[in-house]
């Protein structure tokens, strides 16, 4: 009787481990990918604020919107046994610096800015001078000084 018990206990912590296993490596990729998101919205902004693309209002809208998205979902994707990436099938060079962890309610308000941002900036853009005054300070303000503090170029 007691050896059952045991076995399904350990059957249980069995599948139990692997559920988190799969669970690290759902919340890496899920994060990967609303940031690769951000990439190609930024490079469609960038190539606007250039002129080498027409200025369009409805792709400015979309580019924040996607903003707003991954800034509503990136802060619940950080959980402690996500900080590696080791191994994760989605690993590339970039990951997040450990002060992800030891300074996450620093990292959740620069989400809630950027979401803040980029949602005023939906609100208020209508051509391309207004367009390249936002994108222009979210890219330096938001992405670019996240990315500063908060991830890790990887150098291999
Ligand atoms: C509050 C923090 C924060 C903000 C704001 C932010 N990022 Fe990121 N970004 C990260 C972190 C952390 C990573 C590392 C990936 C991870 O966490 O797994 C990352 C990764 C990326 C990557 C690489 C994805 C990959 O793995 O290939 C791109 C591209 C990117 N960000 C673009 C952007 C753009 C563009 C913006 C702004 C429009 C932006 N990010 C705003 C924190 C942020």
Not at 50 to 76: R, S
Not at 131 to 143: L, P, V
Request: proline share 3%; glycine share 6%.
């Amino acid at each position: 009787m007691i050896r059952t018990v045991f076995a399904a206990a350990s059957a249980a912590a069995i599948v139990l481990g692997v559920g988190a296993a799969i669970a690290q490596q759902d919340v890496i990729k899920q994060r990967k990918d609303l940031m690769k998101a951000n990439g190609d919205q930024a490079k469609i902004a960038a190539a606007m604020a250039k002129g080498e693309k027409p200025f369009d209002l409805a792709a400015a809208h979309k580019i924040f919107a996607t903003f707003e998205d991954a800034a509503a979902k990136m802060p619940n994707l950080y959980p402690a046994n996500s900080k590696s990436e080791e191994g994760s099938p989605v690993a590339d060079k970039f990951s997040p610096t450990e002060k992800v962890w030891t300074d996450m309610a620093d990292f959740k308000k620069r989400f809630a800015k950027f979401g803040n941002d980029a949602k005023k900036a939906n609100a208020t853009v209508k051509d391309l001078a207004s367009f390249k005054a936002a994108i222009g300070a979210i890219g330096k303000n938001d992405c670019g000084g996240c990315h500063h503090d908060y991830r890790h170029e990887n150098k291999s």
